[in-house]
């Protein structure tokens, strides 16, 4: 009571009193606090009660208002006193010894203000940098203390500052510094701060009290200086070098104090310190990147904790809960099971695990080239193969399935480009070289994964089909290149013949010589001319211009390769010329825009404009289509009667070629939602624009070889097959177009209608080849494009 009574007197008097110059006022108000620690008699009053909160406020406003009174990077005379004597070495001795009780919080928020307010750069200076280390090994020792609050503020100012002037970062690398200066790094590392560092290994605690000393000093007051002395002495802070023994990691302490921080059951604590890691791993400086990845711990914590949250998951989810999830962000990690009407179980672990992993995939994306690339590999090798795999590779339907729509939502939600890399190489590999029949389980995972995209059970076939789809999405070369482009490289699917002078003529007609006349050809005899379109009606459908890709020589026309695919499907198994909104022009806009997509993505690949030369192909190799390719045709050609696997789950709801009011709900797997993602599958493939893709999908006229299929020639016996079959079922037509209409919610449900699967399977055939031939179409406008 009297400690406040003596408070509110002197801020009277300081009231009334006339006021002093700048640098009497701020040596008055430190001598203040000095005098406290020689006169004081009860040293468990807690500092509130005391005027030293008061007493740093002043100095600081002081400080502050020298500055605005002076030119900027010019230093006044507080500024140079405070340096000089050590101001700051001397508070952070008493905020570690905690004397009086809550002197550590003023002293943290003392220098959070310090840096956060003063304009000039203060770290560079010994005086300032050396007990910023020291203050900094003192955040996150103790977890939930009344001073989290003011160490992740001061720990974040720090941060602040080094993002600005990233250089600073190597005045906190603190034990790398002496190997640095051994190697010649003059240039990263000032003489004055191997000095500081040298001296602060063996600092005593009478070296660290010697700023309060001094001022008593100063002020005529030397046995009081010595009995500071020995009152210090006894408050038992432990040197400096004891101080490192409580990070393992001792090279990096601002490191390790913020990944304490993190742990912090405090989540806006625990945030704010997630915050302050993502602002040092982005700093440029190359030392500080080797540093934090090699003597920290921060790769450890984020796989850890990966690891952690994934394994905390349940071993069985709903995927729709898992693709349906949202608001995931790592910084909002805030979830009320009471205030959720969408609450399933396992929701609070799954956003958990959900942003955390958002968190290090953000934090690999800002990081330094280096630091990511270490941080990514972390993740692989601890997370996704040391966890995930296992759970990938295990036999349980239900396991499988659960663990496919994690890695789905995985693939979906990363950006980084380092994550997305050790991710592919994770699903993938890392092999380059063609496929062959007998060599298809050289990378295990891949291996299964692509196998689960034909397996017994339609809804892990289903959910492994859209991994791959939003794989396939991802700006990583390899991707394609490991799936598909590898075993197309030589072009071996292809049959070779030595030109003459009369495959070098072209008929009237625009028909390449060897090409067949689709009007001439016995399975498309019912070719009628309302099927067909003329040349300037595929000039008025054409979207705007892509400019991606010169023009390739040699080109079928493209009229004749639309029409191809349009005139695959018979006219009596047509139905949707029957129903308004569901003609091809919807395809056409579609196309070109996902075109225009994923011509961004692959502008970097240097891909060829056209194909490579037969000449220098090795045709004599035996061609493999690979493995992912050959399950896609596989199930492209049990379209019509794809194995049926009932399930209660969730249902497919969105695809590209089919408009939404297309989809039926109810909510299970059937053959319909097959067949709908194996062709969605196949036309994100032929919209890439490299000229091998382009041939073997969307070419209909290429000259196979021997054996081999592409995937034209998979729907032509698809459609013979289907041509054959349609003679058995009276009233085919009319099934047929009974079964759109309920598909697109036109006409109510009602009986089963015999044949269920083949009609539903003749609808997707139908759009598909619809949604081939507007891709072609758009890819050639496209290529012909200045």
């Given at each position: ?499 003459c002078q009369e495959d070098k003529d072209v008929v009237e007609n625009g028909q390449i010589a060897g090409a067949v006349d689709l009007e001439e050809d016995p399975l498309f005899t019912d070719l009628s001319p309302d099927t067909m379109l003329s040349n300037q009606e595929w000039l008025s459908a054409s979207p705007p211009a892509s400019p991606e890709h010169p023009k390739n020589d040699g080109k079928t026309e493209v009229h004749k390769i639309v029409n191809s695919f349009l005139c695959l499907v018979p006219d009596e198994a047509k139905s949707s010329y029957h129903v308004e909104g569901t003609g091809y022009d919807t395809y056409l806009r579609d196309a ?193 494009t200045p």
């Open positions: 009571m009297f400690s406040k009574f003596t408070s509110i007197l002197q801020h009277a008097v300081e009231a009334l009193a006339p006021s002093l110059p700048l640098q009497e006022d701020f040596v008055y108000h430190w001598k203040a606090i000095t005098h406290y620690y020689i006169e004081a008699s009860d040293d468990k009053a807690p500092v509130t009660d005391t005027n030293i909160p008061s007493h740093l406020e002043q100095m600081l406003d002081i400080l502050v208002q020298e500055e605005k009174e002076r030119d900027f990077g010019e230093t006044g005379p507080c500024m140079e006193y405070l340096l000089h004597h050590k101001i700051l070495e001397t508070l952070y001795t008493l905020g570690k010894a905690d004397c009086p009780p809550g002197m550590k919080q003023q002293v943290l928020s003392f220098y959070t203000k310090l840096l956060g307010r003063i304009r000039q750069p203060l770290l560079p200076h010994i005086n300032v940098h050396r007990p910023v280390q020291k203050l900094i090994r003192l955040c996150g020792e103790v977890l939930a203390t009344p001073t989290e609050n003011e160490e992740i503020q001061f720990l974040c100012i720090v941060c602040a500052k080094l993002k600005q002037n990233p250089y600073l970062v190597n005045f906190f690398l603190e034990n790398k510094l002496k190997g640095l200066a051994s190697k010649g790094s003059a240039s990263l590392i000032t003489e004055d701060m191997l000095r500081g560092q040298d001296s602060e290994a063996g600092q005593s605690v009478e070296e660290t009290s010697s700023g309060v000393e001094q001022a008593a000093r100063e002020n005529d007051l030397p046995q009081q200086a010595d009995d500071l002395s020995a009152s210090l002495e006894e408050l038992n802070i432990p040197s400096s070098s004891e101080s490192l023994s409580f990070h393992p990691h001792g090279d990096y302490n601002l490191v390790n104090s913020l990944l304490s921080l993190t742990k912090s059951p405090d989540g806006r604590i625990a945030v704010k310190a997630c915050e302050g890691l993502m602002l040092l791993v982005s700093l440029p400086e190359p030392a500080a990147a080797k540093c934090l990845t090699q003597s920290t711990c921060l790769c450890e914590l984020l796989t850890d904790r990966l690891a952690s949250l994934y394994k905390a998951l349940p071993h069985s989810m709903d995927p729709l809960d898992i693709e349906t999830v949202e608001g995931i962000n790592w910084g909002l990690d805030s979830y009320s099971h009471k205030e959720d009407a969408s609450a399933f179980p396992g929701k609070r672990a799954l956003i958990s695990f959900l942003s955390w992993f958002d968190y290090c995939d953000q934090l690999i994306k800002e990081a330094q080239k280096t630091t990511a690339v270490a941080m990514a590999s972390s993740v692989r090798e601890s997370f996704f193969v040391g966890v995930m795999e296992p759970q990938l590779m295990q036999t349980s339907e239900i396991g499988i399935l659960t663990s496919t729509a994690l890695l789905h939502r995985i693939v979906r939600q990363v950006t980084s480009e380092a994550l997305v890399r050790e991710m592919v190489c994770f699903i993938l590999g890392e092999q380059r070289q063609p496929e062959n029949v007998t060599d298809i389980n050289r990378h295990p995972l891949r291996h299964r994964l692509i196998e689960h995209c034909d397996h017994i059970s339609d809804e892990i076939s289903i959910m492994t089909l859209r991994m791959f789809e939003h794989l396939l999405q991802k700006p990583d070369e390899h991707i394609l290149y490991n799936l598909v482009l590898r075993n197309l490289e030589e072009r071996n699917y292809t049959e070779y013949k030595l030109p070109h825009r996902q075109f225009r997509d994923y011509c961004a993505i692959c502008l970097r690949w240097e891909w060829p404009g056209s194909p490579k030369p037969l000449e220098k192909c090795n045709l004599e190799a035996s061609f493999f289509e690979g493995h992912f390719l050959k399950v896609l045709f596989d199930r492209m050609g049990r379209i019509l009667d794809q194995k049926q696997q009932w399930a209660v789950t969730f249902r497919q709801t969105y695809h590209s070629k089919i408009p939404q009011s297309f989809h039926t709900s109810v909510f299970m797997f059937c053959p319909y939602d097959v067949n709908l993602q194996v062709t969605s599958v196949l036309s994100k493939l032929s919209l890439f624009p490299h000229p091998h893709i382009h041939e073997y999908l969307l070419d209909p006229y290429v000259n196979l070889a021997s054996g081999c299929r592409s995937l034209f020639s998979v729907i032509v016996r698809v459609v013979g097959d289907l041509m054959v079959r349609i003679q058995r079922i009276p009233d085919f037509t009319s099934k047929l177009l009974l079964v759109r209409k309920r598909l697109l919610g036109l006409e109510p449900e009602g009986p089963i209608v015999d044949h269920m699967t083949l009609l539903e399977g003749v609808i997707v055939l139908e759009e598909f080849c619809k949604e081939l031939a507007a891709i072609a179409f758009v890819k050639y406008h496209a290529s012909s």
